[in-house]
């Protein structure tokens, strides 16, 4: 069968990681430029471009909002910023319809046009590198950024989070060619989303790919919220395992961008053994927090 997923046990142990506050990540300063990108006939949309501190052509993710929250929703400025910490470029935008309190465009044909604008704003920047470019979006996003993908075959591979699949024949219309597409896609979903990706259906659209799609199935609904929001301890269990969503995703990401992981300090308590004193050493090193399946 050609789907793949992420270990079960995996998961478990970076949820625990998340509960626990003991972070994987490496906090990394980025630089944020605000653009305003034209699209159409003349309209703009903004977009936010955030770099690392690395130096040199880097590859870059664009990353297409969902319906509501546009880019400073916590699923998309989350990916941005893992992305960054990761040493890739990050971009996200508005739609114009979300900065202008609207609607969505009839079969999002202007949030398509935003998209690809952005892209040829993304290409134009001499800080990346337009050979290693990775596409992802939630969502509204995902159905955006899929379409963004296929239109360009140069483009390394997509990343979709909680992708619009209610039935396999909305994942025909939605997602045309994703079964038979031959470049990495990775899809994002939660267990419990049942109303927009039920897992059976998913599993339906999917089955006969004619090549590996690698599919996480997380803990959360369509926004990775397993928990009451209206109590501190519900929100706080909904921001951790988003993140731990996000850290898959953006596991998929760095994987396309062939992109190493992240230095990560280890921390290691020796006891001298002339002195019987303890000695703390740290070590920095390459650790891959998700391995492949």
Do not use: C
């Amino acid at each position: 069968m050609p789907l793949t997923g992420q270990n079960t046990g995996m998961h478990i142990a970076r949820m625990l990681i998340a509960l626990t506050g003991m972070s994987l990540g490496t906090l990394v300063m980025a630089t944020d430029r605000t653009v305003q990108v034209t699209w159409g006939t003349g309209q703009h949309v903004t977009a936010v471009f955030s770099y690392p501190p690395n130096q040199g052509q880097l590859p870059v993710v664009v990353i297409a909002s969902g319906r509501t929250g546009g880019m400073d929703a916590s699923v998309i400025k989350g990916l941005a910023g893992k992305a960054v910490r990761d040493g890739l470029v990050a971009v996200r935008f508005d739609y114009s319809y979300f900065a202008s309190k609207k609607e969505p465009s009839k079969g999002l044909v202007d949030e398509s046009d935003q998209m690809n604008a952005v892209i040829n704003e993304a290409l134009k920047d001499p800080r990346v590198d337009p050979k290693r470019v990775v596409i992802a979006g939630k969502s509204l996003g995902s159905v955006v950024a899929h379409r963004a993908f296929g239109a360009n075959a140069t483009f390394l591979g997509e990343v979709l989070l909680t992708p619009v699949i209610p039935t396999v024949e909305d994942g025909q219309r939605l997602y045309p060619n994703l079964p038979i597409a031959g470049r990495p896609t990775a899809v994002v979903i939660g267990n419990t989303d049942t109303e927009n990706a039920p897992l059976g259906v998913v599993y339906n659209y999917l089955k006969d790919a004619s090549r590996k799609i690698m599919v996480d199935i997380v803990a959360g609904d369509h926004g990775f919220g397993i928990a009451d929001t209206t109590t501190a301890a519900g929100r706080r269990l909904n921001e951790a395992n988003g993140d731990v969503a996000l850290e898959v995703a953006e596991y998929w990401v760095r994987q396309i961008a062939h992109v190493a992981p992240p230095m990560q300090t280890r921390v290691t308590t020796i006891r001298a053994s002339a002195t019987g004193k303890k000695q703390t050493v740290k070590k920095r090193a390459a650790i891959e927090k998700s391995p492949p399946a």
